[in-house]
């Protein structure tokens, strides 16, 4: 059966794109992660055109987040004043991305940045991940190795001014830190089309030193509002949201994320890891290869002004 | 010319009570207009007539795709060419190159007035109708003839190369067909092509041009309008998207915002 996608200007089978959401919705029940990084080079690759997979991959992402941060409210893991300031920064972030990205369109060079940006975020992330889920695993063969490091490590980033304290996290640092980082990853959402979760959390963990329990939950919150927001700019200034596409890819997300969540809890975690490393790693592979192989047309059709 | 065939049902049932209607003037008025036009179509005694069975593509939510009949008669010999022209758009044509391993867009050309789609079918191979190459050009047969006119100020050295990727680009997603389709004849004197009409067709107001070609040159020609456009539940999304933005933008993100939230509940209470 196929429908007409009425933004993205192009006639689809439904099952295919309820099954992208519903597969993609399962991994993200599995791994705990929004599946934002995957579900809009998957978009490109069935021939959505790119600025509308990214525009409406931040829309399905809104649907996602807020089950998310439903069900993190309820246990009490959301740091509401950290999650501000990361919110703060990223409407300062999105805002700014959504403009970027309709300056690269007229410039033409919006596919490029957008699969440029998929490369080296997935590359650095799968990269890092695959190294500490190794070593997670061979650590767990040598139980007598390894050890715990410090809870906080002191450096010149606590010496910013503004210091403020955040009593969920148990932190005092600089607001300027989480305003920064929310900045970035609202710039990557917008350009990207992705929650920026895959950043967000090594960030807040490594640099932030928030404790793990409540950095899902508060990046849950500024995910759904920042994706909230690219949502709304990139339908306002580029028109690229496509509501009917959104609908079908939540409707298979949010069922395959039920049984995504059942089968993650019984896998060890850093195998978790460890398969998503390669997931990140695989999707990034093929984006860099298509980048570099010599394009079977050397000419591309465009409109003024974008498209 | 077709005309509507509602017209004469309520045309006999307004002359059967023609001396009590209010509007009587008007009918009559219509009555004679429609008179004069057929008379003056059968006067004319056209060489070449030719329609499409439907005037009128809608692209609604379950738009596959379509086949629209051309048909129509010749009076005489002669070679039936049709020509479908999609609706004009600018188009820039990007080119890439590699740049430190990559490939990037580099140089751009913008064309004017190109034909969103494009399409041609003749009774006889192209080369059999002897038609110089003024003429070929003038009613555009043939991919090659098609009119690509570059927008000003740019550097002509490259149009060629440009033009052509026009044509290859819009070859591949089917706006395009370089082979030409066939007419075919039905008993003489009456022809019919199919025009086929993909899922991604462009909207707008397409014109299909059929020509009669007899002696190496074109002896009639008729234009006949054909009209795309977004119908139903699809239409009102991409009307509603552009006509009322941030309307639109602020109901996608509720709209997700819901969903996400009925889930968790759905799923709270299984």
């Known amino acids: ?307 | 010319m077709r005309r509507p065939p509602s017209l004469t049902g309520p045309l006999k049932g307004s002359l059967a009570n023609i001396a009590t209607s209010p509007l009587t003037p008007l009918v009559l008025l219509l009555a004679g207009l429609a008179m004069a036009m057929g008379l003056r179509l059968a006067m004319a005694a056209e060489r070449l007539v030719a329609d499409l069975d439907n005037h009128l593509v809608a692209i609604t939510a379950g738009f596959t795709g379509t086949e629209l009949l051309l048909f129509g008669s010749i009076d005489g010999d002669g070679e039936v060419v049709v020509v479908v022209h999609g609706p004009k758009e600018e188009v820039v044509v990007r080119r890439k190159d590699r740049v430190a391993g990559i490939w990037v867009n580099q140089d751009e050309m913008t064309f004017r007035s190109v034909p969103a789609f494009y399409h041609m079918a003749t009774s006889a191979p192209v080369a059999a109708l002897e038609l110089p190459e003024t003429a070929m050009k003038r009613h555009q047969i043939g991919v090659q003839h098609i009119r690509l006119r570059v927008a000003p100020d740019q550097d002509l050295t490259e149009r060629e190369a440009f033009a052509e990727a026009i044509v290859r680009n819009k070859t591949r997603v089917g706006h395009y067909s370089e082979q030409p389709g066939r007419v075919e004849w039905r008993g003489g004197r009456l022809f019919r092509t199919t025009v086929l009409v993909p899922a991604n067709v462009p909207v707008g107001t397409y014109t299909i041009e059929t020509l009669l070609v007899e002696n190496g040159e074109v002896s009639s020609a008729q234009t006949t309008p054909l009209f795309v456009n977004k119908e139903g539940f699809s239409a009102q999304i991409f009307r509603a998207a552009h006509q009322f933005p941030s309307v639109f933008g602020a109901t996608a993100v509720l709209l997700a915002a819901f969903v996400g939230f009925a889930a968790n509940w759905v799923f709270r209470k299984l």
Not at chain 1, 273 to 292: I, T
Request: some cysteine.
């Open chain 1, 1 to 307: 059966m196929h429908i007409y996608l009425p933004i993205a200007e192009m006639s689809v089978n439904i099952f295919l794109i309820l099954g992208m959401g519903g597969a993609i919705g399962m991994l993200s029940g599995i791994f705990g992660v929004g599946g934002g990084f995957l579900m809009t080079p998957l978009l490109i690759f069935i021939g959505v055109p790119s600025p509308v997979a990214v525009a409406t991959g931040a829309n399905q992402i809104v649907a996602s987040s807020v089950s998310g941060v439903m069900a993190h409210w309820r246990r009490g893991n959301v740091d509401v004043k950290m999650g501000m300031m990361l919110l703060a920064g990223g409407f300062v972030g999105s805002t700014g991305g959504v403009f970027v990205f309709k300056w690269l369109q007229t410039l033409g060079q919006i596919d490029l940045v957008i699969k440029l940006s998929y490369v080296l975020f997935l590359g650095i992330i799968g990269a890092l991940m695959m190294l500490e889920s190794v070593r997670a695993v061979l650590r767990s063969r040598r139980p007598s190795a390894g050890g715990r490091g410090k809870l906080h490590e002191h450096n010149w980033l606590h010496g910013l001014p503004f210091k403020m304290r955040f009593r969920k996290s148990k932190l005092y640092i600089s607001a300027l830190l989480p305003i920064v980082v929310g900045a970035f990853v609202g710039l990557l959402s917008a350009i990207m089309g992705v929650g920026g979760g895959f950043v967000m959390v090594p960030a807040m963990i490594y640099l932030l030193g928030m404790p793990t329990n409540v950095v899902i939950g508060t990046s849950l919150m500024q995910i759904l509002f920042v994706t909230g927001n690219a949502t709304f700019l990139q339908a306002t200034l580029n028109q690229t949201v496509d509501i009917l596409l959104a609908l079908l890819l939540l409707i298979g997300g949010v069922i395959g994320a039920q049984f995504g969540t059942k089968v993650g809890a019984k896998l060890k975690g850093e195998h978790l890891r460890g398969l998503l490393a390669l997931m990140v790693l695989a999707v990034c592979g093929k984006l860099l290869f298509d980048l570099v192989l010599t394009p079977d047309d050397l000419y591309s059709l465009g409109a003024p002004g974008g498209g």
